[in-house]
């Protein structure tokens, strides 16, 4: 009697797979086929996306390039808050706005890796991080020098000669600590809030193209 394959196909005495649904007739070709199909399912790890050979990590702390643009670029803000708040305190934001869009800008002209309006906003999040952290610094520097009555007393007597702090100059040594105290939670999301939007301003505006 002829052999049967489990299909109904009627095979060779010497057959190893059916002509008909290819199923094999020894063990150790079923035992082969299913140990390749196994190894084949195996998922090889995905590695970075790269550009030009670089490998890319994403805008996030992990990233040096964007640390040291946002660093930077808080940096020049801080530089120019003083002239502002001095000056025209209505500038204020449209400051923080320039601060994350010039370091987007400065990425994107440094970098092949292509910017998204939200790592934009990231890299600007991270450039009114660091701005926020200059300004906690001072803001903790000025909140212990106030502490020393002689240093207040001299603060108040500056201040009352200055328009835009006049108002200063009214408050206790207590009332101005309060207002510091408030004031943390206020600038970091001002400054983060605001530079993250200039952020997504600069990713979204393309680069001008370098004449040749």
């Known amino acids: 009697m002829q052999p049967r394959c489990t299909c109904g196909a009627i095979l060779p005495d010497d057959a190893r797979f059916c002509h008909k649904c290819g199923k094999p007739q020894f063990e150790e070709d079923a035992a082969r086929i299913s140990l390749q199909q196994a190894s084949d399912t195996v998922q090889v790890p995905s590695e970075p996306a790269t550009v030009s050979g670089t490998a890319t990590t994403g805008i996030s702390f992990k990233n040096s390039r964007a640390v040291v643009i946002s660093l930077i670029a808080a940096v020049g803000a801080m530089v120019g808050f003083l002239p502002v708040a001095y000056l025209a305190p209505a500038l204020f934001p449209l400051l923080l706005c320039a601060m994350g869009f010039v370091a987007v800008r400065i990425y994107k002209s440094s970098s092949a890796e292509p910017m998204t309006v939200s790592a934009g906003a990231r890299l600007g999040w991270m450039t009114g991080l660091w701005l926020f952290a200059i300004f906690a610094v001072l803001l903790a520097l000025g909140a212990i020098m106030f502490m020393n009555p002689q240093v207040w007393q001299q603060f108040q ?29 206020f600038c970091f999301f001002l400054f983060t809030l605001l530079s993250g939007l200039g952020g997504m301003l600069g990713a979204k505006l393309p680069l001008r193209k370098r004449a040749s």
Request: proline share 7%; hydrophobic share 55%.
């Open 157 to 185: 007597e500056a201040a009352a000669r200055t328009p835009q702090a006049a108002a200063v100059s009214s408050m206790s040594q207590h009332e101005a600590m309060v207002q510091l105290l408030i004031a943390f939670p």
